[in-house]
Structure formats: structure tokens, C-alpha cells
């Protein structure tokens, strides 16, 4: 059973940046792909970002290409979402997610990820 506790989430004003984190354990951290997702409350999880067990394949979200990067230390079995430009529309939860059977077509797939963290609170003032 992996276990994983996001933190990092806060206030931020808009166009400012926020890295949030995601510590994992009970499991062999590199077996999984990882990954960030979010929501906004009465709606289904929106893909953020993966991250394949070795950093080497990464995929994002159209709406925060360019401004949001995904990374991984093995060593420390945590992965990061580094957020920038931060938009009024970024102002959710943020939930991260592992999967040890994902493929590259399902990567984005909320279903596709077995074990979730309980979620961190993103909020960005304009």
C-alpha cells in the first residue's frame, strides 16, 4: 500500500509561483509513474502532470504547459510541481497520484492511478 501526503499548497498572489510537494511511502517509489491532478469542487479531476519512474517522459496539461514542471528525486521518493505564473484559475486542490501499471495512452487518465494523496489547497489572489 503506498501512502502519499502532498504540502506546499498557500495563498499566492496572481503571477507569483508555488512548489508543491509530494512525499511518498509503503511502497518502491521507482516502480511508479507519478503524478499531479486537481479539482474544483463538484467537478471530476482535471490531469495536471505525469511523470514516468525515471524523470525521463514527462506530459502536461495544455493549460499549464509552459508555466508548471513536473520533477522526481528517487532518492528522496518525493515529486515536485513547480508552479508559475500562477492564474486566478489555478485556485484549486491539488491531488497527487501513483500508478505502477499506466501506460503513455492513459497517462492523463484520472482511473489509470491506484493510490492518491488527501490533496492541498492551491489559492491565488488577484
Known amino acids: 500500500q503506498v501512502k502519499l501526503v502532498e504540502s506546499g499548497g498557500g495563498l499566492v498572489q496572481a503571477g507569483g509561483s508555488l512548489r508543491l510537494s509530494c512525499a511518498a511511502s509503503g511502497g518502491t517509489f521507482t516502480r511508479y509513474t507519478m503524478a499531479w491532478f486537481r479539482q474544483v469542487p463538484g467537478k471530476d479531476r482535471e490531469f495536471v502532470a505525469a511523470?514516468?519512474?525515471?524523470?525521463?517522459?514527462?506530459v502536461y496539461a495544455d493549460s499549464v504547459k509552459g508555466r508548471f514542471t513536473i520533477s522526481r528525486d528517487n532518492a528522496k521518493n518525493t515529486i515536485y510541481l513547480q508552479m508559475n505564473n500562477l492564474k486566478p484559475e489555478d485556485m484549486v486542490v491539488y491531488f497527487c497520484?501513483?500508478?505502477?501499471?499506466?501506460?503513455?495512452?492513459?497517462?492523463?487518465?484520472?482511473?489509470?492511478?491506484?493510490?492518491w494523496g488527501q490533496g492541498t489547497q492551491v489559492s491565488v489572489s488577484s
Open positions: 497520484a501513483a500508478s505502477s501499471t499506466v501506460i503513455s495512452s492513459t497517462m492523463r487518465t484520472m482511473s489509470a492511478y491506484h493510490y
Open positions: 511523470i514516468r519512474p525515471f524523470g525521463g517522459n514527462t
